[in-house]
């Protein structure tokens, strides 16, 4: 009884090691302050508010933000730049505004090292007013070469936006300031899926080992 004990924790660590190996989370592309254009909110009368990008990244015009990229000990540079629209606030829900794309396309390039990631994104939210609004959204990948991340498949990206000493976006929204405007402090674009591969690996693993366990409590 004490052997098979034995062997049953054997299997069981080794399951759990086989777990921790399998699903150790890929890294995540992470956006750092941008160097270029800023996040310009205006309101145009009203409560309608859009946003545009106001930087020259030489990458779709005068419609960009840039900035640092950073993935694992790489280190390299991201850009989004708009085309179309402008996207608008819709009315917020406590201090989330829903974002209409309106036909606006922004595209994203980053590379970090060897490592590179593009898309396009669309826009959910603005979350929070304040002097530190945050924009949510789903970046569709186009290609790229980062662990966890494939191509044709969607990921979260957010990025905040610093106001500094200017106008917050409720006072935009409600009308008493005109504009408002921030550079990018901080983003992240975390892994699309897990690796096809590592899951297979991690269910062969788990049913080879379960045949063990059956085998040695019957026998």
Avoid at 79 to 90: D, E
Avoid at 109 to 122: C, K, Q, W
Avoid at 140 to 153: C, D
């Amino acid at each position: 009884m004490n052997r098979m004990l034995a062997q049953i924790s054997v299997v069981a660590i080794s399951i759990l090691l086989l777990a921790s190996v399998t699903f150790a989370a890929p890294q995540q592309m992470i956006l750092g302050v941008g160097t270029t254009g800023d996040v310009l909110f205006t309101n145009t009368g009203g409560n309608n508010v859009n946003f545009v990008f106001t930087g020259d990244c030489g990458e779709g015009g005068n419609n960009c933000l840039s900035g640092n990229a950073y993935y694992q000990t790489n280190v390299g540079n991201y850009s989004m730049w708009m085309t179309g629209g402008p996207p608008t606030l819709g009315a917020p829900t406590g201090n989330v505004y829903p974002v209409n794309m309106n036909g606006s396309t922004i595209n994203f390039a980053a590379t970090a090292g060897s490592f590179f990631l593009d898309g396009t994104i669309t826009l959910d939210q603005v979350a929070g007013g304040t002097h530190t609004p945050t924009f949510n959204g789903l970046l569709s990948i186009s290609s790229t070469n980062l662990p966890g991340y494939a191509q044709g498949q969607k990921s979260e990206i957010d990025f905040t936006i610093n106001l500094g000493s200017n106008g917050t976006l409720e006072q935009v929204y409600a009308g008493s300031v005109t504009t408002t405007s921030g550079y990018l402090s901080s983003g992240e674009v975390p892994p699309s899926v897990p690796e096809p591969g590592s899951i297979l690996l991690f269910g062969s693993g788990v049913l080879g080992l379960a045949g063990l366990v059956r085998r040695k409590l019957h026998f």
